[in-house]
């Protein structure tokens, strides 16, 4: 069965640095997609970003991009110049290729952004 | 607007009260599923649907029942309500191929007394 670690349950940075939140995960597959999910106080989900397994090019969204490792089965997510609207939980997800198949969420990353 | 919609935000419940959590999608998703949230336990799946009509037991299936009559909503039942069972519950919907990600509904913290 396919594992999510996220080993690190808070971080802090100092608002406008750079902060990098840890993932592994395990699994036999070739063919699957990773996530990035924010829940700020609002408790709302967010997507932050997507990988796709096969492409070995690193996902970016705007501040938000990963260090994508596929043999080393890493997915790390920088914030570059973190604001203070970054604080929330992080959670690395994983899913499968394989049709109908499920999210699998690691225990989350709660990060603090120091004024 | 587009989106998953979870009903009611907040619940409280007396142990052995029943009730049902409700969820509705305007998307079009075959995927749907119920995920509650624990301090310190991340997400973990309660149950999960691919399409109309077929539901399937996903990680923390007990004392939870759901069903899947319209590819729009997707309610979960609490049975009789346990104190074990407090916790934030989220609904989601994606398409079930291409790797798609979720889309949330706002989430119910429920409180079992």
Redesign the interface.
Known sequence: AQTVTQSQ?EMSVQEAETVTLSCTYDTSESD??L?W?KQPPS???I?VI?Q?AYKQQNATENRFSVNFQKAAKSFSLKISDSQLGDAAMY?C?Y?S?N??D??I????TRLHILP | NAGVTQTPKFQVLKTGQSMTLQCAQDMNHEYMSWYRQDPGMGLRLIHYSVGAGITDQGEVPNGYNVSRSTTEDFPLRLLSAAPSQTSVYFCASSRVSGGYGYTFGSGTRLTVV
């Open positions: 349950p699957y997609y996530f999910y408790r709302q989900m997507l997507r796709e959670f997800a899913r290729g049709r109908d499920k999210i969420f690691g225990k989350g």
